[in-house]
């Protein structure tokens, strides 16, 4: 199945979007990789990359966040920019209206982007959990449209639970599952195809 026959007709991409990496994509950087879209402007996109766990544990890095963190407590690999700089994400639990709370900048529904200098008891009784990343993934103007032209990308609608997926979740298996036909058959090619 080429890139052509499954990528036509895509959703636009927006905040709260998932970039899914096609299995063309094959580069250590993006491979098998889900992003989910923080920003998406005529300036450029920024995400940061749900399925990359660092070895560094929160505990390590940003200690007052542990308790606040999902499982696992792990900070993740959100790209390869600033990758010497975190940044936060959090769900807010249910009923909390989000544009109300100072420490938390909304993306989309209850998802919102978590100012880690705020207190994370505070938070505590607003948000569900958090995942903290080192790095983003950005794109400038144009550049992701020459990428999704390319086949590189799959646009899906993101989902809360995909931002703190438990441990054993094969993200990118996951969400691919979920998706129209025939993308759910992507969700099995296998992690190295050439050992097949």
Request: aromatic letters at 6%.
């Amino acid at each position: 199945m080429s890139g052509a026959d499954y990528l036509t007709n895509q959703p636009e991409v927006s905040a709260g979007s998932l970039l899914i990496a096609s299995t063309a994509l094959t580069g250590p950087t993006f491979a098998r990789t889900v992003i989910y879209v923080i920003e998406h402007d005529p300036q450029g996109t920024l995400g940061v990359v749900l399925n990359r766990m660092s070895d560094a544990a929160v505990y390590n890095v940003l200690p007052a966040w542990t308790e606040l963190a999902a499982s696992p407590r792990a900070v993740f690999v959100g790209g390869p920019v600033a990758t010497s700089s975190a940044l936060c994400l959090g769900v807010a639990k249910t009923g909390v209206d989000v544009a109300k709370q100072p420490q938390l900048h909304q993306v989309l529904g209850p998802v919102a982007m978590v100012d880690l200098d705020a207190d994370p008891d505070e938070l505590a009784q607003v948000l569900t959990g958090v995942r903290i990343f080192a790095g983003y993934a950005g794109w400038d103007a144009g550049q992701l449209d020459e990428e999704l032209a390319e086949g590189s990308w799959i646009v899906a609608q993101g989902l809360p639970t995909d931002l703190l997926s438990e441990p054993a979740v094969d993200v990118w298996q996951r969400v691919l599952a979920r998706q129209p036909w025939p993308l759910p058959l992507l969700s099995t090619y296998p992690r190295h195809p050439e050992e097949n």
